[in-house]
């Protein structure tokens, strides 16, 4: 497995946005403040709000209570852009492009995981094939981001995470997961 390409470089085939441009909307998104008091916040679960991205991009505001998180997934062919708002968010990820199809279980290397955590204002851009879980640890406080992927979400790639091996679960269509 070969390490990815700086996610800021990638372009799509077609001419939307870069993953710069699309982290660039999500960084001025989270400095809108009547913006972000919109989103309801539930203690139960995430919260969702549609947003329209740049370029025709599809973007979301999302409220994450403590002790939520996405599980193992990717985007796909989407490239994309998030960004915490408010409280803090980890995400862990794989330092690799995966192959996209003909498996169903990978063997991961030992030096392949990436870990950081974002605290209010810091983000990150992804290419395609962005394989990672997004998590609020806080034992107390909500977070809030701000999300963009181009092409809007063709699909999402579920994944289950044992030690060094990671089995594709399942593919979801947008309609799946709001
Ligand atoms: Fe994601």
């Not at 497995?1 to 001025?28: K, Y």
């Not at 994450?64 to 980890?90: E, Q, R, V, Y």
């Not at 290419?127 to 701000?146: C, D, I, K, T």
């Amino acid at each position: 497995m070969s390490a990815s390409p700086s996610p800021v470089s990638v372009r799509t085939s077609t001419s939307g946005p870069t993953a710069a441009e699309l982290l660039d909307f999500v960084r001025r998104t989270a400095a809108d403040a009547a913006l972000l008091a919109s989103l309801p916040l539930d203690p139960e679960g995430r919260t969702w709000t549609r947003l329209d991205g740049p370029g025709g991009s599809e973007a979301w505001l999302i409220g994450w209570p403590p002790g939520t998180g996405t599980g193992w997934h990717d985007h796909a062919d989407s490239i994309g852009a998030f960004l915490t708002a408010s409280g803090t968010l980890k995400e862990h990820s794989l330092a690799a492009r995966l192959p996209t199809d003909g498996w169903r279980t990978l063997e991961l290397t030992e030096d392949i995981d990436r870990s950081r955590e974002l605290t209010p204002g810091r983000g990150r851009a992804f290419g395609r094939h962005h394989v990672h879980e997004v998590l609020n640890e806080s034992a107390a406080e909500h977070a809030v981001s701000v999300h963009a992927y181009y092409p809007p979400l063709p699909q999402i790639r579920r994944y289950s995470r044992t030690g060094a091996v990671l089995r594709l679960e399942q593919t979801e269509r947008p309609e799946d997961w709001q």
